[in-house]
């Protein structure tokens, strides 16, 4: 059996234990470690065999000198392993940190990681265009596009949307909007709460779950709610069980980005069967059908997203059609057809 490793590994994430899982059905066992400096010193040592490098998220920069250094040394390690004849591999869920502090330090690693990738892999044929517009065209054969698995049956998801906004204390006949998630600058939540508050629309209730970035951010949040009781906060880390009481309670999944590439909470949401309200932004227009499967903006129109929670309050949005569409859409991302399409890529990067 051919072994990959993956760096680094978020057990929390569903999506890297899902794509282990089937990759051991293609017959690649897959090892896990937290930094790639790790892996070459048990390499080095003799006690770990691996044929595959698998780099999922590339490393946060400190600032300054510290940061410089830090590139440096993660790319000399990459080289080592890559002399020891270790093929790298790199799926692209962002190009760029969201809270980049050094951008172009930023796109010299991401170019660096290109000259040294066997395979580089991106979830949408968009995502593909934006890395070859940012970077230049890549080798022959080097980009992969293998879609995002779902989340079907990965979270529980039993309760009924009666029973979910009972236990959220919600009201049942409401037309219930929802952000799910950590709550980060670029996804855009106070943006989201300001255009809601312009919605004259006492039916319509606003549902803000996850842990903010700091409190700061949380106590920002908390001073733009505090005057309209249509905006009902859980400012804190939304257990996994948990996540189908949210989701369930909701008729339509908003996600207020002012940046994306690839978002994995949408094709949760998906996998729910939720409506999505989003910007066409990243892979966004192409993960989600805006004739069927949720409402779209432009991100760069003033008023965009006020216009976009509008169609979605309107009695007339099927947002219950729109669900069952991307549940159905969500269904042919299954992880063992991804799982099969990423073996084959390292199959062709061990050919090389």
Known sequence: MLTSCFIPFNE?????????????DCRFLVKKRRMVGGLLRDVLRGGEQVDIVHLHWLPSLHSGFRGAMQVR?????????????KKIVWTVHNLYSHESSNQEREKWLVREVLKVASKVIVHTASSRRLLVEEFGECAEGQLKVIPHGNYIGVYPNEVTQDNARSQLNLPQSSR????????????????????????????????IAGKPLNESMAEEIRSLAVEDPRIVLFLKMIPDEEAQIFLNAADVVVFPYQQILTSGALILAMSFGKACLAPRLGAIAETVDENQGGILYDAAEEIG?????????????????MGAYNLEAAAQ?????????????YHEALAD
């Open 333 to 345: 991302w299954g992880w063992a057809g991804i799982a099969e399409q990423t073996a084959h890529a």
């Open 73 to 85: 040394l993660f790319m000399a390690r990459l080289r080592c392993l890559l002399l020891l004849r």
């Open 305 to 321: 997203l006020e216009t976009a929670l509008r169609k979605a309050l309107n009695e007339e949005a099927d947002v219950s059609a």
């Open 176 to 207: 219930i909007l929802l952000f799910f998630g950590h709550i980060r600058p670029y996804k855009g939540v106070s943006q989201l709460i300001a255009a809601f508050r312009e919605i004259d629309d006492p039916n319509a209730i606003l549902v």
């Open 12 to 24: 929390h994430n569903p999506y890297q234990p899902e794509l282990a899982a089937k990759l051991a």
